[in-house]
């Protein structure tokens, strides 16, 4: 059994920030943890705009504060994402994350993610094996 706290993470090698300085992820779990999934606490900046592409991972997203606006790249559609609303990038969407205000999420990533990831030039996570 694995418990951790959010306070424990910060300033850590879990507590990843963005190049682009639009978020900050703490990762509660990884794939060194081996149990098939990841699991993030991550906030997006207000006023920030983060285009993303998880090309090789599925992510389910929970909002727990905040609001910002997501538009699906694909479709061209736009949704307001606020607290209790959940999205998933089942089908690996480009899609562009516009927070209002801080916007403090949930992520669950499949296939997990080391924690050493960051999005590149095209907003992909690489996948990145654990050693």
């Not at 960051?118 to 990145?128: A, K, Q, R, S, T």
Request: hydrophobic share 35%; proline share 4%; glycine share 6%.
């Amino acid at each position: 059994m694995i418990i951790r706290s959010l306070a424990e993470i910060e300033n850590t090698d879990r507590h990843v920030r963005s190049r682009s300085g639009t978020w900050e992820s703490k990762r509660i779990v990884l794939a060194r943890e081996k149990v098939g999934f990841s699991l993030h606490e991550t906030v997006l900046y207000a006023g920030t705009e983060t285009s993303m592409w998880y090309a090789n991972h599925v992510e389910a997203v929970l909002c727990v504060e905040g609001e910002a606006e997501l538009t699906d790249e694909e479709t061209g559609l736009t949704h307001l994402i606020t607290p209790g609303t959940m999205y998933l990038l089942d089908g690996h969407e480009r899609h562009t994350l516009r927070p209002k205000t801080d916007f403090r999420c949930v992520c669950v990533f499949n296939p997990p993610v080391t924690g050493r990831e960051d999005h590149d030039e095209n907003g992909v996570y690489p996948l990145l094996l654990e050693d």
